[in-house]
């Protein structure tokens, strides 16, 4: 017996080697044992699926349900006709072929799956947002990189871990409202939230999703930066529109002006006006010249030019210092124009103008009473041998540390708390950019700051990108 199950064992080998599409084989053979054949056949990964059709001389139900309980794939009594046989065999082969069309498709599926796995978990690993899943009990199940490197700063494990006990400050807020809706109608919900702390204050955009079967999903983003932006913008535009304002109401008041200053010459021009109420009158006289005189620097202030002009920058640092003439008076800061003889510059003089105003603002905050501030204009030539003006605003203010000074010219970066935007020289350094403009600064902790910032006599040539900021 052991005889015959090594020979159905050698044979099961060669059909492995020749990759039959069907095996036919008897029950009763003088030198092999045709269940031993069948077992070693369907043992053999490679012979496995081939069909099977037994043949046997037993008749009866009996015998062939014992055939297909063995493993074959069908069972053929003797004495039958060869057109019975063919049959057989083709109704085997051809659902053969549908097993192998079927296995080829699930296994195209599988891969398809597998793949479309690995790409969502990679994603999910590199997102920068954070992303979690939690089950019925609220407890995170799953945290993705990012989501772990936010997690770190509690400095406690969270995984296993159910969130309001990770988080019980959550508890009775909208977060916790928003999570249990959507855990118990399973529906999505998408929420902002602010978070404030003694050190840092944050905006999240929730986004909450009931996972199939039971949990959520959580997507988190943070908005800090964006609400940031939409709150300076805000701030901007409440800025822009006063200083229309303004103009408007100097416009407005120049009618009335013109008409008071006229009277007074004409009062000034009657003989009987004498003594102290003529000296009085041109003491008003002077008043209202210099109201005049505010008035017209205002309306020039504001208007903007679309187009480059020729312009003085000794005249537009002039300006700019004329209305903040009464501070520096009155916090008797000691002011020092530096003024060389420099040719105008092709250039948007809003724009240069709005940087010198940054400028000086900045300096002058910077500055206690009794302080110094210098401004300078002077011609000057770059590296490049390009020829221009170079304008200096220095202070001996507080001057600024060296990562302050590194992160100057970024977004919302500033040293004058909530009274502060961010953006005055984020914006200047755009501006100067888009000029072909060099800026350079210096600053040392309570020793001052210097500004010194490089225009070409035409701004409007192309050429390359403006260099980084450098510190000298």
Known sequence: M????????????????????????????????????????????????????????????????????????????????????????????KMARLRKEAGEQEAALTKEIQR???FAWETLEHIPDSFATLDREFRITYMNPSAAQLAAASGTPHLGERLWDIYPTLIGSPVETNFRRAMDERIFIE????????????????????????????????????????QALRRSEQLATAGRLAASIAHEINNPLEAVTNLLFLVKMDQSVTGNTKNLLEVADKELQRLSHITARSLKFYRQRTAPSLTSLEDLAESVLFFHETEIK?????????????????????????????????ALEALGDNGRMVVGVRPDEDRDGRQGVTVTIADSGCGMNRLTVDRLFHPFVTTKGESGTGLGLWVSRGILDKHHAKIRVRSKRGRGTVFRFFLPLDTTLGGDAAPPVSFF
Not at 5 to 32: F, Y
Not at 331 to 350: H, N, Q
């Open 2 to 93: 052991s005889w015959k199950r090594r020979t159905a064992g050698w044979l099961s080998k060669k059909a492995a080697q020749l990759k039959p599409d069907l095996v036919l084989t008897d029950v009763m053979m003088p030198e092999i044992d045709g269940f031993a054949l069948l077992a070693a056949l369907r043992t053999n990964p490679a012979t496995g699926i081939v069909p099977i059709i037994m043949l046997s001389a037993r008749a009866g139900e009996e015998s062939s349900i014992e055939g297909l309980e063995a493993g074959a794939d069908d069972y053929l009594t003797k004495p039958f006709t060869a057109r019975e046989l063919v049959a057989r065999v083709e109704a085997q082969l």
């Open 116 to 118: 479309a796995q690995q």
């Open 191 to 230: 929420f902002e939230q602010y978070f404030q702390s003694e050190s840092v204050e944050k905006w999240y955009l929730f986004q909450v999703f009931p996972q199939p079967g039971d949990g959520l999903i959580l997507y988190l983003r943070d908005t800090t930066e964006a609400r940031r932006t939409e």
């Open 330 to 362: 009155m916090r008797s800061i000691d002011l020092e124009r530096r003024y060389r003889s420099a040719l105008p510059v092709l250039c948007l003089a809003g724009e240069i103008q709005q940087v010198l105003t940054n400028l000086i603002s900045n």
